[in-house]
């Protein structure tokens, strides 16, 4: 295997910076393979050009550009209550709060309003603190 050059690199992560959502394809590992459809957001890339995911399904299964079939989704992170989820749609996302803060009350409604506020105003990472 070729490792790419500094310039190669650079690109890379230009075109892969941390937190960029990604789509599966397909992935070329037998043992371990990512499904495709599954989403995921880039963590890093490294010297040797792998690009690091922390996947929705929970791997931490790296890509490799070339060799696995992927492509960049202009997507969204929420984090509420905790919990981290990648919508590859934002609208869907903001379908979802709207709907959470129309039908609930208090600390909840509050959480739900903090989510959906920053999706509309176009945040990368829309959690549900103050």
């Avoid at 790419?4 to 992560?13: F, G, Y």
């Avoid at 990512?34 to 890339?45: A, D, H, R, S």
């Avoid at 709207?98 to 945040?123: D, T």
């Amino acid at each position: 295997m070729k490792f790419p050059n500094k310039k190669e690199i650079a690109r890379l992560r230009e075109k892969y910076p941390t937190g960029t959502i990604i789509k599966l394809i397909s992935m070329n590992d037998p043992y371990h393979p990512v499904p495709p459809k599954t989403l995921g957001e880039v963590t890093m890339v490294d010297d040797a050009g792998t690009i690091h995911m922390d996947w929705s399904t929970g791997s931490s299964l790296g890509l490799i550009e070339g060799v696995d079939s992927f492509t960049i989704v202009d997507g969204v992170k929420t984090i509420c209550y905790g919990e981290s989820k990648l919508w590859e749609s934002r609208k869907d996302a903001v379908a979802f709060f709207l709907e959470g803060m129309n039908a609930s009350y208090g600390s909840e409604k509050q959480r739900y309003s903090n989510v959906y506020l920053k999706l509309i105003m176009g945040s990368k990472i829309c959690d549900d603190s103050d």
